[in-house]
């Protein structure tokens, strides 16, 4: 899917959308008086209103400024999203944004609601009648909006489509290798640099975790390092992003049970998409930083070879871990990519993760749960990014007791803790692999959905990218 934004002051498309800040006052729209009474009736508990032309499609979309920004630009996504569902079914293809009276941030969010709401999956649907009808073509029809912000915003929406078409992508067509060969066609695109080490590289680092996890696979586990270096950088040591890039968990021979909590896993290398998707939206947008992306991968199954309850393992960086379920498997391929990321001596390191049920059922899919060792500075920003985008964050607690239940009678650590605080716990295991400041992004939560929340679509929805694009751009 690509979608074509550009400024034109003349309309382009059938389709025009209006963005107005008082229920009853129209400005300069150019309406009859029944529409006008048409569109206010609409309106009396609707912010969407349309009027239909037959050759021409109105809408108008009351946003209410009062509203904090980030629930008012939410506000705007929303009704984008409204709109990309009409433009659907009267499979119209294209729009354009007026903003005569509004500011530019509302119709860019509005364009945003219209543009991540169009996102289909249909790379495997045969029938001719799901012919994908989107808006192509979102044209900003007025003169107060920058070019900047116009490539920003294609360069996130296109970040966005790219990390969900890889959650949505079943592990059959994208195993680990796979995966890694496509951070390599999107390093190209983009102009980012991609090393991928295979197995046999993996094994001469010592990456004990991430080869345990992939004994019970019949493919092999990748390892790849994303890098975008800019001759501006703002920052001289590097970020480090790392995305958990498992691709299929079965939970291996602590095995899940199908129904609900296996379905679905094909979504668990949804932090490696989105890191990876992040440093193409950083390089095509020629951001003024130094980044790097570390996304550890494999499937995680039972098998004859497979790891066992019960295996002791040496990780990467020299620790002992006793491990007690093969289901807690991210948190060892992600602790020898944190210890690895070390080398680079990182100014701040992210990692983000689908890494515990437990998140989700603490806070469900209406945020992501951080926690870690970062300045307090460093969180009150990712935090502001959370609301300004609405993937939200909220922190919870690194309180040393939490480590207690990861004491293991014959090795340095065990890879589960007590079940009550589990996404502690999880981040507890972590926290024993860094030395550097650093945050954890548990997203099990937000990363796939059975049903649509607005213009975050069913299946992947790549949460994380807007939050950490609008955090490195703050940076930059
Ligand atoms: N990938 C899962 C976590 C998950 C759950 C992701 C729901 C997306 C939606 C992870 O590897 C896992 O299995 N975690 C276990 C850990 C437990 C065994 C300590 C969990 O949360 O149950
Ligand atoms: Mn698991
Ligand atoms: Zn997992």
Not at 134 to 161: H, Q, W
Not at 251 to 279: E, F, H, Q, R
Request: glycine content about 8%; hydrophobic content about 40%; aromatic content about 10%.
């Amino acid at each position: 899917m690509e979608i074509q934004f550009s400024i034109n002051s003349e309309w382009q498309s059938l389709a025009k959308a209006f963005i107005i800040f008082a229920r009853t006052d129209f400005g300069g729209i150019p309406l009859s008086d029944a529409e006008r009474a048409y569109i206010l009736k609409q309106l009396e508990d609707n912010n969407l209103a349309n009027v239909n032309r037959y050759n021409e499609l109105l809408f108008v979309v009351y946003a209410d400024r009062l509203k904090d920004q980030g629930v008012f630009r939410e506000q705007c996504r929303r009704a984008g999203n409204e709109i990309a569902g009409v433009l659907k079914k009267e499979k119209i293809g294209g729009i354009d944004v007026y903003f005569g009276d509004a500011d530019s941030d509302s119709s860019i969010a509005l364009a945003e609601g219209i543009a991540l709401g169009s996102y289909q999956f249909v790379k495997y649907k045969t029938s001719a009648e799901t012919i994908l009808w989107y808006p192509e073509k979102i044209n900003f029809a007025g003169n107060f909006i920058s070019k900047t912000a116009i490539d920003r915003l294609s360069a996130m929406v296109e970040a966005v489509f790219i990390a969900r078409d890889l959650v949505n992508e079943p592990a059959t067509y994208l195993n680990a290798v796979m995966l890694a060969n496509s951070f390599a066609s999107m390093g190209k695109e983009a102009g980012f640099e991609t090393e991928i080490f295979d197995k046999r590289k993996i094994e001469d680092l010592k990456m004990g975790g991430l080869l345990a996890v992939n004994r019970g696979s019949i493919d092999p586990p990748t390892f790849s390092v994303l890098k975008y270096e800019s001759p501006n950088a703002k920052n001289i040591k590097p970020v480090v992003l790392v995305g958990k890039g498992v691709v299929y968990d079965t939970g291996g021979l602590s095995l899940k049970s199908t129904k609900d909590s296996m379905d679905y896993m094909k979504c668990d290398m949804a932090g490696g998409a989105v890191v990876a998707s992040v440093i193409y939206f950083a390089a095509k947008c020629n951001l003024p930083l130094n980044l790097i992306c570390l996304i550890p991968s494999t499937d995680n199954r039972p098998d004859g070879n497979a790891y066992t309850p019960g295996d002791v393992i040496y990780m990467h960086s020299g620790a002992t871990v006793e491990v007690l379920n093969t289901d807690a498997e991210g948190r060892l391929l992600l602790a020898d990519a944190l210890s690895f990321a070390r080398k680079y001596q990182p100014g701040l390191v992210i990692d983000i993760a689908t890494l515990t049920g437990s998140a989700a059922m603490a806070i469900g899919q209406h945020g992501i749960v951080a926690m870690g060792t970062a300045d307090e500075s460093v969180f009150r920003s990712l935090k502001r990014s959370g609301d300004n985008v609405y993937e939200r964050i909220v922190e919870f607690p690194l309180w040393e007791e939490y480590g207690e239940s990861l004491k293991s009678d014959i090795a340095d650590m065990k890879n589960i803790g007590s079940r009550e605080g589990g996404a502690i716990t999880a981040g507890k295991f972590l926290e024993h692999f860094v030395s550097y400041p650093w945050i954890h992004l548990d997203i099990a939560g937000p990363a796939f959905l059975n049903t649509a929340d607005h213009y975050r679509t069913k299946g992947g929805t790549a949460a994380g990218v807007r939050l950490l694009i609008d955090f490195l751009m703050n940076m930059a």
